[in-house]
C-alpha cells in the first residue's frame, strides 16, 4: 500500500519542478513510509511512497519497463498477479520481478486502457505511456483506493490524498456548499464531488486519460441487479447449491488476499463477517493468525465478550486497544487531517487507533469482513424498508407497523419510543413504495435535519438545491426494473460503501498508520456472484444474510454464526465534553471561530455546545450535528486556512 | 378555565424549549403553533423523551406511556393542550404564570 502523487502537462511554476513532486509524496508519506521515489521527464511527473509489501526488493517506485515506454506509480494490491504473471510469460512478455506493480506495465502494453478489467484487487495508478504523451489512470471497482486531480493552468495534478494537490502552486482548499450539503444528507459528497471546490474524485471503477491536453473520464465496471422479473421467473435457485458457489468463491478470494511477503493479520469485530474471514483463514491455511479488535469503556459500544470468542474458537493471537470518548476526543483532529472531509460519527477515530495497534505490532495488512452487509444485505435499513414496503401494502394495518419493533434492538431509542412514535418516524414516504429512494427516505431527512445549523449565507447559496434529486439523476438507467433489495444494495454498495465506509472509516485511518486493509468480501467476482443471487437468500424473511451464513457459518461458533448484526458504533458527542474534554472543541466551536468560517450559525451552534455539555444531547440528530460541524470547523483549519502544515501553496 | 393569557404563557414556555433544544435558534423559521416537529425534521426519535422530560419537570406531571404519541406532543399546540388537560385548573394557572 502507498502514496501516489503526480502530474501530466507543462507547468508554469516558478517552483522547481521536482521539488513540487517531491512535496506532494512528503504530504503522502504516511501511506508509504519505506522509500519514497520520484519520476520526471518532460511534460509528466510521478510520484511515489512505498510501503513494502510485495517483492521488498524489485518493487521500487516508480516503475519504468525495460525500455521505458511507461512508467506507473502505483498505490494499491494486484491480487491476481501471480495468474497475470502466467498469462503475460504466455504471451511473450518478459517479467522481470515478483511484484504486482510491474504486472500493471505489462497489461498495459498488452491490453492497453483495457487492462484494468484484468486485474482483481484494490488499485489507484496512474501510468505514463511515452509514445502517446498520455496519463492513464485508474481506481479500482469497489473505490478501496482512493486518486483526486485538479486541473491547474492546463496541467492535470493528481495524488492519493487531497493534502498532496495542496501543495501543488495554485491549488487552494475551500469548502464546497453543494459537497456540505451533500455531507449534511448522506455522510459523503457524490463522487466526482469532494469537499473542495474544483478538487475531483476519480469514482471507483472509472479510469482517466489525459492526452493531448483533454481529460476524459470513463467507467469499465459498474454493479448491476438482474430485472426483479428476472429473479421471478429465472428457476428457484437452489440455496444449497447457491452456499457452496458461494463458500468456494470466498476461500479464493480470502486466499489470494493473503498473498504478501509480509505477516498478514486480521481484525475482529466479534460479528459474523470479521470472524467469518478469520475463520477461512484459520481453516484453509496453515499461517498462524493474529487478531485486532476495538473494544469500548462503555458497555453499550463494546463487544469484547464476542471477540473473545472468536479468539477461543480460533485459536488466533490477539491484541485489543480499548477506547474511552476521552481518547476518541484526543484523535478526532487527527483523524480529520486523514479523512479530509466532513464525519457525521466518531466511528472513524476508534479504527484509527485500532491501525496503530496494529502497525506497532509489527503488521502491514490486516483482512477485514468490510462489504458483506453491502454485498450480502446485511444493514437494518434493508430490514427496515422491508417492514415499511410490507407496511404500505396495507397502511392502515395495525399489526403490519408492530414489526417495526423487530428493528434497531441495539438502539435504546428506539425500543423505548411508543408504537405511535415508531409509527410516526417510519412513515416518511410509506405513500409511494415506488420511490426510487423509498429505503433511504427516513435516514436521509433524519439526517438533513442537522442542515437547520447552516449559516444563512450556506442556506442561501443552497436555495434550490436538492442533494436527493442530485443524486436521482446518477442512478442507471434500468434501476427501477430492479428488486427493492437490489435497490437499497446498490444506494449502500456505490455510494455509502465507497464514499463514507471504504475512505473515513477504511482507507484513511489505516493508512495514517500505514496498515492496508483487504476485503475478500469486496472481491468482484464475489460482488457479482451476490448480485445475481435472488434476493430471498440475501434476506430471508427478518435473517440478514442468510446466504453468507448458510455458506461459511459452519467455521464458526454457533452464537457468533447465529448472532443478528450489531452495527459498529462509537460515542458521539460525549467524546467531546467532560473533564477531559479536548481544548480545541472550545476553540473551534466557540462563536468567533463559527462565525469565522462562516458554514454555520453561531447561535444555534453555541445552544448545541451546551446542550451537549450539560450531557443533555442524547438525540441522533444532535449527535450528528455536532459532530458534522466540528469536523467543518477541523477541515476549515486545517485545510482551508492552513494549519498544521497543509496550507494551500502561495 | 384557564385565562387566553395563561395559556398563551404554557405555549410560550413550550416554544422556547422547542427554540432552545429542536431548534437552536438557527435558520429554522418559526414554528406556528399547529406545525408538525416531525415534519419539521427538529425531533427524533430521542428528541421525544427530552420533550416528556420537559413537560414532567416543568409543569409537574407525569405523562403515562399511552400518551407518548403524536397527537399530544409533536406541535406546540398539542403540548400545551396535553399540560392543560393533565393540570387542575386552578393549579394550571398557577404553574403556566
Not at chain 1, 226 to 252: F, I, M, N, Q, S
Request: neutral net charge; proline residues 6%.
Amino acid at each position: 500500500m502507498c502514496g501516489i502523487a503526480g502530474f501530466h502537462g507543462t507547468p508554469d511554476w516558478d517552483a522547481d519542478h521536482r521539488a513540487v513532486l517531491a512535496g506532494m509524496v512528503a504530504a503522502v508519506r504516511h501511506r508509504g513510509p519505506d522509500e519514497q521515489g520520484c519520476f520526471l521527464a518532460p511534460g509528466v511527473g510521478l510520484g511515489h511512497a512505498r510501503l513494502s509489501i510485495l517483492d521488498l526488493a524489485g518493487g521500487r517506485q516508480p516503475m519504468a519497463d525495460e525500455a521505458g515506454d511507461h512508467c506507473v506509480t502505483f498505490n494499491g494490491e494486484i491480487f491476481n498477479y501471480l495468474e497475470l504473471q502466467r498469462d503475460l510469460r504466455a504471451r511473450g512478455r518478459r517479467v522481470r520481478t515478483g511484484s504486482d506493480t510491474e504486472v500493471i506495465l505489462h497489461a498495459y502494453a498488452e491490453y492497453g486502457v483495457r487492462c484494468v478489467e484484468e486485474f482483481n484487487g484494490d488499485f489507484a495508478f496512474a501510468l505514463w505511456d511515452k509514445a502517446r504523451d498520455r496519463l492513464f489512470i485508474a481506481r479500482d471497482r469497489m473505490g478501496v483506493r482512493p486518486v483526486y486531480y485538479t486541473r491547474v493552468g492546463g496541467v492535470l495534478v493528481f495524488a492519493s490524498e487531497v493534502k498532496a494537490l495542496l501543495r501543488v502552486p495554485g491549488v487552494r482548499a475551500e469548502l464546497d456548499p453543494v459537497a456540505l450539503d451533500q455531507c449534511f444528507t448522506f455522510w459523503f459528497p457524490l463522487a466526482p464531488r469532494t469537499p473542495y471546490q474544483g478538487i475531483s474524485e476519480l469514482p471507483p471503477g472509472h479510469y482517466l486519460v489525459s492526452e493531448g491536453g483533454q481529460v476524459t473520464v470513463r467507467p469499465y465496471w459498474q454493479l448491476r441487479f438482474p430485472d426483479a422479473a428476472e429473479h421471478r421467473a429465472g428457476p428457484r435457485a437452489d440455496g444449497r447449491a447457491v452456499a457452496e458457489e458461494l463458500h468456494d468463491l470466498l476461500v479464493d478470494a480470502t486466499r489470494i488476499r493473503l498473498r504478501a511477503d509480509v505477516p498478514v493479520g486480521a481484525y475482529l469485530s466479534g460479528g459474523f463477517d470479521s470472524s467469518a474471514v478469520a475463520a477461512l483463514v484459520k481453516t484453509f491455511t496453515d499461517r498462524r493468525l493474529c487478531t485486532f479488535s476495538v473494544g469500548f469503556e462503555s458497555p453499550e459500544f463494546d463487544e469484547t465478550a464476542q471477540q473473545q470468542e472468536v479468539v477461543r474458537s480460533l485459536g488466533t493471537e490477539h491484541a485489543s486497544v480499548v477506547c474511552t470518548a476521552a481518547s476518541i476526543g484526543a484523535a478526532f483532529p487527527d483523524v480529520i487531517r486523514h479523512a479530509e472531509r466532513p464525519v457525521l460519527r466518531t466511528a472513524p477515530a476508534p479504527l484509527f487507533r485500532l491501525s496503530r495497534l496494529v502497525r506497532d505490532s509489527g503488521f502491514k495488512v490486516v483482512l477485514t469482513g468490510e462489504g458483506a452487509d453491502e454485498v450480502f444485505g446485511g444493514y437494518d435499513i434493508f430490514k427496515e424498508a422491508k417492514v415499511r414496503r410490507f407496511w404500505a401494502r396495507c397502511p392502515n394495518s395495525t399489526s403490519r407497523p408492530r414489526l417495526l419493533r423487530r428493528l434497531y434492538p441495539y438502539l435504546p431509542g428506539i425500543q423505548g419510543q411508543s408504537q405511535a412514535y415508531l409509527e410516526a418516524f417510519f412513515r416518511t414516504g410509506l405513500t409511494n413504495p415506488h420511490d426510487p429512494f423509498f429505503s433511504h427516505r427516513p435516514r436521509w431527512q433524519s439526517t438533513a435535519a442537522t442542515k437547520a445549523f447552516f449559516s444563512a449565507d450556506l442556506a442561501a447559496s443552497l436555495k434550490g438545491y436538492d442533494a436527493v434529486e442530485d443524486l436521482r439523476g446518477q442512478l442507471p438507467a434500468d434501476f427501477g426494473r430492479w428488486h427493492p433489495l437490489c435497490r437499497a444494495q446498490y444506494l449502500e454498495a456505490c455510494h455509502l460503501l465507497p464514499g463514507y465506509i471504504l475512505s473515513s472509516q477504511g482507507d484513511r485511518v489505516g493508512m495514517a498508520h500505514a496498515v492496508e486493509g483487504r476485503f475478500p468480501f469486496l472481491d468482484h467476482r464475489v460482488v457479482e456472484f451476490a448480485a445475481r443471487i435472488p434476493p430471498r437468500l440475501r434476506l430471508k424473511g427478518m435473517t440478514e444474510k442468510h446466504i453468507l451464513r448458510e455458506s461459511v457459518g459452519r467455521y464458526l461458533p454457533p452464537a457468533i454464526a447465529r448472532r443478528p448484526k450489531q452495527p459498529y458504533r462509537a460515542p458521539d458527542s460525549q467524546s467531546f465534553f467532560g473533564p477531559a474534554a479536548p481544548e480545541y472543541v472550545a476553540e473551534l466551536l466557540g462563536p468567533a471561530a463559527v462565525a469565522r468560517g462562516g458554514y454555520f450559525d453561531p447561535a444555534a451552534v453555541a445552544k448545541l455546545v451546551k446542550k451537549c455539555r450539560a450531557g443533555a444531547a442524547v438525540s441522533l440528530r444532535d449527535n450528528m450535528a455536532l459532530v458534522g460541524i466540528l469536523s467543518v470547523q477541523l477541515l476549515d483549519h486545517l485545510f482551508v486556512r492552513g494549519a498544521a502544515g497543509l496550507a494551500p501553496a502561495a | 378555565m384557564l385565562t387566553q393569557e395563561k395559556t398563551t404563557t404554557i405555549e410560550q414556555r413550550v416554544r422556547a424549549f422547542v427554540a432552545d433544544n429542536y431548534q437552536f435558534g438557527g435558520t429554522a423559521a418559526t414554528l406556528a403553533d399547529t406545525e408538525s416537529f416531525l415534519g419539521a425534521g427538529l425531533i427524533d426519535s430521542m428528541g421525544v423523551l427530552e420533550l416528556v422530560t420537559f413537560v414532567e419537570d416543568t409543569f409537574g406531571v407525569r405523562v403515562a406511556d399511552d400518551e407518548v404519541v403524536p397527537a399530544n406532543l409533536d406541535s406546540i399546540a398539542g403540548v400545551a393542550a396535553l399540560v392543560r388537560r393533565k393540570l387542575p385548573a386552578d393549579e394550571g394557572a398557577r404553574r403556566a404564570g
